[in-house]
């Protein structure tokens, strides 16, 4: 991990520049209390392709790296309990908070010395604690939140999945690009009670909601910004003037204090508008936040409204600025070498892996064969892969991710007869493997589509 925050170090400048984030009068300012040098800082992230939550590995000294989920909504980072009590850190009482049911909870706190977020260090944080596993997602151990202390108002945050890169900037030092899509939020919602902000340096409240106007199926709603969760939200006395119909779909959703909710259903948005970006086909939950008056918050567009774009969210200047992404093919190299793995860059074959299909006419079926390079074979690592047609665009089947464990050279694993035609590439590679059933062979998962 070390040699990754190096490699991070010394790219940033030429990335940052690349993504439009820094001026070229760039000076130095306006970072939090206790942040390291520097007026940009990048971290990589996981999974980025799979337009989930947004994840990226923390350091805590020479312990980790541990996943960590960014939540701006978040006013105080988190960390599990196991975690804070494997690295001895001294916890206390914490304040109490209101879930999004509205309920005042008891909490927490743990007195963190530093951590390392790709390039960034942070010193003297009081995090929050939650129960061990309350964020796990998709099949990862999640062992904390980056929350808002972090995501600072003073700060511009930004993603880009294409390059499976976050970022941290000071305002002196950011400059939107020149094609992004301005998108302003006219109001800053506070909690019911609420009269003055709340302080983000600690745990000590809740986030206001950053409220835009937007219009589903063309019925203007007033819809919070909401980059800490994937699906998109639209309060239940609004679905029929919306025209929403609710299908069956099932789902938990976790606020920042880890209280679940459970979803039973889902409406299909045939076209959301947010200034000039949009959004089509858009899965919308029932809007489950009690603590913000209903005149005020109709609901949130999540992370699957902004999966086709790079996004900088300038808090202070009260705006986001988006950026069509490119293909996910392109890129692929560099999205790979953003994990400081010559190995993996050296190859021919991106994540030095080839697959292929053995046809089983008997069983009506097909087994893909996944093969990697030796270089790499004791090496724990997953892979990205996409099914293309033999003009090598996408057939719009299931992304698969096949996981290989150390000494493994290949993976073998049946698909549906729909994948009979299919030949693959590799879009992505992660180090951090999910969970497999089979702790000492490879797996093969179906990515199940966000939107």
């Not at 879009?427 to 969970?435: A, G, Q, S, Y």
């Amino acid at each position: 991990m070390n040699s990754i925050r190096a490699a991070l170090a010394s790219q940033l400048l030429g990335l940052l520049g690349l993504l439009g984030l820094l001026t070229t009068t760039a000076c130095a300012g306006g970072a939090p209390p206790g942040f390291s040098s520097g007026d940009a800082w990048v971290f990589p992230l996981v999974g980025p392709l799979e337009n989930g939550v947004l994840i990226t590995p923390v350091m805590f000294g020479d312990e980790g790296p541990f996943l960590f989920v960014i939540d701006p909504d978040a006013s105080a980072s988190s960390l599990d309990l196991g975690l804070a009590a494997k690295l001895g850190f001294h916890t206390t009482l914490g304040p109490r908070l209101i879930d999004e049911s509205d309920t005042s909870r008891p909490t927490r706190v743990a007195e963190v010395p530093a951590m390392t977020v790709g390039t960034l260090t942070i010193k003297g944080r009081v995090m929050s604690l939650h129960p061990d596993g309350a964020f796990a997602t998709d099949g990862r151990a999640i062992r904390g939140v980056i929350g808002r202390d972090v995501v600072a108002d003073s700060l511009v945050f930004g993603f880009d999945r294409g390059a499976g890169v976050g970022f941290l900037a000071t305002r002196e030092s950011f400059s939107a690009p020149a094609t992004a899509i301005r998108i302003s939020y006219g109001k800053e919602t506070m909690r019911r009670g609420d009269t003055e902000p709340t302080s983000l340096r600690g745990p000590t409240g809740n986030v206001p909601r950053r409220v835009a106007k937007a219009r589903v199926n063309g019925v203007a709603m007033e819809l919070h910004l909401d980059l800490g969760a994937v699906q998109s939200q639209l309060a239940q006395d609004r679905w029929k003037g919306a025209r929403l119909a609710p299908v069956p779909y099932k789902a938990s959703v976790i606020d920042e204090l880890a209280t679940t909710r459970a979803v039973e259903k889902a409406g299909i948005a045939n076209h959301v508008e947010l200034g000039a970006a949009s959004a089509m086909g858009l899965v919308m939950i029932p809007y489950g936040d009690r603590r913000f008056d209903a005149a005020d918050v109709h609901g949130t567009l999540g992370l699957n409204f902004f999966a086709p774009y790079k996004v900088w969210a300038d808090w202070h200047d009260s705006a986001f600025y988006l950026v069509p992404r490119d293909g996910d093919a392109e890129g692929v190299t560099e999205r790979i070498a953003r994990w400081d793995a010559p190995v993996l860059t050296s190859c021919k074959a991106p994540g030095c892996a080839s697959a292929r299909l053995e046809a089983i006419a008997e069983l009506e079926a097909v087994t893909l064969v996944i093969t990697r390079e030796p270089a790499v074979a004791d090496l724990a690592y997953e892979l990205l892969l996409e099914a293309v047609g033999a003009d090598g665009q996408p057939l719009g089947l299931a992304r698969l991710v096949a996981t290989f464990v150390p000494g493994e050279r290949e993976i073998r694993q049946k698909l549906p007869p729909t994948f009979a035609d299919a030949r693959f590439r590799v879009l992505d590679v992660d180090p951090f493997v999910r969970v497999c059933p089979k702790p000492d062979a490879g797996c093969v998962f179906e990515l199940t589509p966000t939107r």
